[in-house]
C-alpha cells in the first residue's frame, strides 16, 4: 500500500546491519546544544535507553520508569527507578523524592534523593534537601543546603580508649565546657 523511500529502506538496513554480534555503536553524551547530558551516573550501561523531558515540559505528578531518565524541564513529582538513574539536567528544575540506583543533580533541586548507588552533585547544581545514597560526590561550586546519610555501616572501630575517657568522666567534662547554642546566641 505506501512505498517506502531509498533513504527508509538504507535506515532500516542499518538497523538491521547494527546487531548485538557486531561492535556496538559509539554514543556520545553531549547533547545538540552542546551541553553535558549525563555522566558515568547515567551512563551505566551503554545499552540502556535514557529518556530525556526537554526543557519546554513541565510535568506534575509521580513517574514510575524501567530507563533511564533526564530531566531538563520543570518537575513537581516523584520519581521512581529503582534499577536505573535519574537526572536532572544542567537546565532541570525538580522538586519531589527521587528512588533511583545512581542520581546526577546539575540543575535545581528541592527535595529528597535515595540513591541504592551513587548521588552526585555536580558544580552547576542548587541542591536543597536530603540525600541518602551508598556513595556520594559533591564537586566544588555546587551549591548544597540539607543531610546526607550514607547507607552502609560505620567503620567498626578500636573504641577502647572511648569506653576509658567515658568511664572516668572525661567526655562529659569535655563536653559541658561547650558553651549551649543559647549561650551563644545571647552573646
Not at 532500516?12 to 546544544?33: C, G, L, M, Q, R
Request: charged content about 30%; hydrophobic content about 30%; aromatic content about 4%.
Amino acid at each position: 500500500m505506501f512505498k517506502q523511500s531509498d533513504k527508509a529502506n538504507k535506515d532500516n538496513k542499518k538497523k538491521v546491519d547494527n546487531d548485538s554480534t557486531k561492535k556496538p555503536i559509539e554514543v556520545s553524551s553531549t547533547a545538540v546544544d552542546g551541553s553535558n547530558l549525563s555522566r558515568d551516573a547515567l551512563t551505566s550501561s551503554k545499552s540502556e535507553n535514557t529518556t530525556i523531558i526537554g526543557e519546554k515540559i513541565s510535568i506534575e505528578g509521580n513517574i514510575l520508569a524501567e530507563e533511564n531518565l533526564t530531566i531538563e524541564g520543570v518537575m513537581k513529582g516523584n520519581v521512581k527507578i529503582e534499577k536505573h538513574s535519574f537526572g536532572v539536567g544542567s537546565k532541570g528544575r525538580v522538586e519531589g523524592e527521587i528512588r533511583a540506583n545512581n542520581v546526577l543533580i546539575s540543575g535545581l533541586f528541592h527535595g529528597k534523593v535515595n540513591a541504592t548507588g551513587k548521588a552526585e552533585i555536580t558544580k552547576n547544581a542548587d541542591f536543597y534537601g536530603a540525600i541518602k545514597a551508598d556513595s556520594i560526590a559533591i564537586e566544588e561550586g555546587a551549591f548544597f543546603k540539607g543531610e546526607i546519610e550514607l547507607g552502609r555501616d560505620p567503620h567498626k572501630k578500636d573504641d577502647s580508649v572511648g569506653k576509658q575517657m567515658k568511664e572516668t568522666g572525661h567526655r562529659e567534662k569535655q563536653a559541658s565546657s561547650i558553651p549551649s547554642f543559647e549561650a551563644v546566641k545571647e552573646n
